[in-house]
């Protein structure tokens, strides 16, 4: 339990180093926005930033960098569900993507009807 | 009866029973807010035009830091008991559980703006998905909030009966709370920068 506190202890200046640092990155993340990049290349950059930000936060305040097989175990798991979620609907509309939906499409034509 | 495992660990885990099953738990709220995210991303490649400039960005940084810094303050609340500090692990969840309250006034605040020019979630597909994930978030923020004033009040009691396990419960509590931080980390720049 002593060794334990020790250890706690030399840990809180890293936990203030992160806080700071997530707050920096914030800073970043809105000032890059004020650039007005291109959309793919702003998406690009935000999730770069947002993912860094993540990973911070859970290796650092969630002690995942020094957990046990069976949490990472249950996170690679998780990993492999959450792709399949994001991408599985993402398969249903493949071949449209570029193209309009068909709201979408009956949206844009009336607007353009209203604008002759 | 005793529950077994809620302070030593278990010989094939290596685990606490609490610390494996708010991970699991956590799990489970990834593929919540991944299906959600799924949807924002099908919604919005889908769309003929998205909006811009729809959303208070200031507003949504100033939540940021509050979120960020509770999750500093979450953090030091457990590492304080873990150096068996107890007035500043109270004085750390209280401020936690202020930081928490603030993001939630805050989050008013840009709510009321927005009904009060009628652009509720039905005006249009930006604004439905912005009141669906911010508002999901937000009753997690209370639930977080129901469970640090728990620990605030009533569920203070067990640091006096066991230590060690009064400890874990409010590490349980700081991975919950980090991974809602986590989740905002991802909303705020999908939903107001880009």
Known sequence: MHSEADHVKKSIRT????????????????????????VPLAITVALIIAGTKGSMVA????????????????????????????????????????????????AAEQATRGGH | MEIP?????????????????????????VMLFGALFSTYIILRVGAAEWPHGELNVWLGMANTFILIGSSVTMV?????????????????????F??????????????????RRGEGPWHSTFLAIYFTLTGLHGIH??????????????????????????ANRIEYTGLYWHFVDLVWIFLFPVLYLL
């Not at chain 2, 495992?5 to 709220?29: C, H, M, Q």
């Not at chain 2, 457990?78 to 401020?95: C, F, T, V």
């Not at chain 2, 203070?156 to 009966?161: G, I, R």
Request: glycine share 8%; hydrophobic share 55%.
């Open chain 1, 15 to 38: 936990y203030m180093m992160i806080g700071a640092a997530l707050f920096v990155f914030t800073a970043i993340t809105v000032a890059v926005n004020q650039v007005h990049l291109a």
């Open chain 2, 98 to 115: 202020a930081l928490a309250a603030l993001f939630l006034v805050n989050k008013y605040f840009e709510y009321a703006d927005h009904l």
């Open chain 2, 5 to 29: 495992y809620t302070v030593e660990e278990r010989p094939d885990t290596g685990l606490a029973n609490g610390k494996l099953g708010i991970w699991l738990f956590l799990a489970s709220e």
């Open chain 1, 59 to 106: 290796a650092v305040f969630m002690h995942l960098s020094q957990e046990k097989k069976w949490i990472y175990g249950a996170l690679a798991l998780t990993v492999v569900g959450f792709i399949i979620l994001l991408f599985v609907p993402l398969f249903t509309v493949l071949d449209g993507i570029g193209t309009l939906s068909e709201p979408a499409r009956a």
């Open chain 2, 141 to 166: 923020i209370v639930g977080g909030m129901i469970v640090m004033g728990y620990f605030i009040g009533p569920g203070a009691k067990l640091w006096k009966k066991n230590q060690e396990q009064f």
């Open chain 2, 76 to 96: 030091m609340a457990w590492a304080s008991l873990k150096m068996n500090q107890w007035a500043k692990h109270r004085m750390y969840l209280i401020l936690t």
